[in-house]
């Protein structure tokens, strides 16, 4: 009965099925090192068991030290692995005609990174069956604990829109809020807001209602209603649904001459006096409360925009960290500001674990440079110098980093300039770059043409970028290697003025 039960095949895997060549000769216990011209394993290896290699995520993602390409330029390419088994066999070397890239084209910035949950650059092409025992390496060193540990889920700190990713929680002192309650209604969401807003009314309406009902009723006027003979405290109340329409008349001073507090009882004065305090308070509180909600600039700041990406290159000899930002409205941004912040963990030398510490990047706040007259679109730079943290980052390492840069842009609304409103109507805009988002060896097309008199801003070319000419190398390789130049140059120049000399 078991030797009738279907076998699997012998010549398939958990990771696809290996075609087999009947013309090349049986050589068992041994794999093919052809690189790509032979296939995995001849026709004498049926009989051979497979090792029963554990199951590999179904992603590409780099492995420090291992190049690839944008997802943008079709098919997947095959790099040299560190550490490679020694059983996999070299990688398939590029086919005639097939498309080249640049040394430099390995090394950009703008490489989906898999490792961190992006989505993994798919192929255009069918894989060839040699490629499938490459293939079959790259996902077995995908398992290494390293490259998993690097493939969780990255949490962005703030978002691209600007809401900060921050919860906060088990708050023992909650009192703090009740202290500052126009602060916290402020705060609330527009449907919380509008909810406290007629519960107010409501239940202040309520509360005197009853009062003036059981007011009445204590005193009989309840019972005496007709009787042109009884002096009523409360007229015209003969239940609890008029009660409730003389507190709201009374609040809102509508008056219509039917229901009315007569000077017969002392009480219903004074509940008179009361509610009228009252509703004042509320009407001043609620009626600021939606006045500074309404009027909050926080809605202007969606105006505001930043590129998707920061662009790293060469300017003026330098190498720097540029961003574009712009403002959409005609009514433009007083006294606008900007200043970054790099938030990344690190390690102490104590050994303390500081997780998100964050640091100031430098946007010319020693110059000036970082108060902006933003009427067009203009680039902001940061020049990568010895104080910066990112001057011994280089293309290569700047995949392997794990950070995150926010940019903080504040202004007074103009519709609002006035000094006395300053404080209350400050308008700021955020957003963040995460090291995915950073393109080594790109620059910002320029967005501004001369038109009919006047300067136009195409926003449709906001966004875009276009490669250049830019060293791999870090800032402070690049620095030493003009040192370096220098004195040469210097040690040339002395020895050439010696030779010069007479004897």
């Known amino acids: 009965m078991l030797a009738s039960l279907p076998r699997p095949p012998t010549d398939t895997s958990r990771y696809g099925t290996f075609p087999q060549k009947p013309d090349l000769p049986a050589a068992p216990g041994a794999l093919v090192e052809d690189g790509g011209q032979k296939a995995a394993a001849t026709a004498a290896k049926r009989g051979a068991p497979m090792p029963n290699y554990p199951s590999a995520p179904r992603h590409s993602g780099f492995v420090p030290g291992e190049a690839s390409l944008p997802p943008s330029r079709g098919s997947l390419s095959t790099q040299q692995h560190r550490g490679r088994p020694s059983w996999c066999p070299p990688p398939v070397p590029q086919e ?28 255009s092409t069918i894989p060839t069956p040699e490629g499938l025992q490459s293939r079959r390496c790259k996902l077995l060193e995908e398992d290494s604990p390293a490259v998993q540990a690097g493939k969780r889920q990255r ?61 009445a ?34 609040q809102r001073t509508i008056g219509y001459g039917t229901r009315m507090v007569t000077a017969n009882c002392a009480e219903g004065v004074i509940l008179l006096i009361a509610q009228s305090i009252v509703g004042s308070m509320i009407d001043a509180m609620m009626v600021g409360c939606m006045f500074v909600k309404i009027s909050r600039p926080k809605k202007r700041a969606q105006t505001l925009i930043f590129s998707k990406n920061c662009v790293i290159s060469l300017r003026d000899e330098k190498l720097c960290l540029m961003f574009r930002v712009g403002d959409l409205r005609e009514s433009h941004m007083v006294d606008a500001k900007i200043r970054a912040k790099l938030i990344k963990s690190r390690q102490t030398a104590e050994g303390e674990f500081i997780p ?19 009427v067009e679109p203009q680039i902001i730079c940061h020049v990568i110098n010895r104080h910066s943290p990112f001057w011994d980052m280089s293309a290569e390492s700047l995949r392997r980093e794990q950070f995150e840069i926010i940019i903080i842009l504040e202004g007074i609304v103009e519709a609002t300039g006035n000094r006395v409103l300053a404080a209350g109507m400050t308008c700021q805009a955020r957003t963040s770059y995460t090291e995915d988002e950073i393109l080594w060896g790109y ?20 966004e875009m970028t276009f490669e250049v000419q830019t060293p791999a190398a870090s800032a402070k390789e690049l620095h030493e290697l003009k040192e370096l130049e220098q004195q040469e140059h210097s040690t040339l120049s002395l020895y050439w003025d010696h030779l010069l000399q007479p004897c």
């Open 217 to 250: 009723w204590v005193r009989g006027d309840v019972g005496h209603q007709g009787d042109p003979e009884w002096q009523a405290c409360i007229e015209n109340v003969d239940g609890f649904v008029s009660a409730l329409l003389l507190s709201v008349e009374s």
């Open 443 to 462: 620059r910002f097309e320029p967005c501004m043409s001369l038109e009919k008199g006047a300067f136009q801003v195409d926003y449709s070319r906001f």
């Open 155 to 215: 949490q962005r700190y703030v978002t691209k829109v600007g809401k900060c990713q921050v919860n906060l929680g088990n708050i023992q002192d909650k009192k703090r809020f009740l202290s500052d309650i126009f602060t916290t209604i402020v705060d609330l969401k527009y449907r919380w807001f509008l909810f406290v807003f007629m519960m107010c009314y409501v239940v202040t309406w309520v509360v005197f209602g009853f009062i003036y009902f059981l007011d």
């Open 356 to 374: 998100l510490e964050q640091s100031e990047l430098n946007l010319g706040y020693d110059t000036g440079e970082d108060r902006l007259f933003l």
């Open 96 to 123: 005639p005609g097939a498309r080249l890239y640049p040394l430099h084209a390995l090394s950009v910035a703008n490489i989906p990174n898999s490792s961190r949950g992006k989505t993994s650059a798919r192929s």
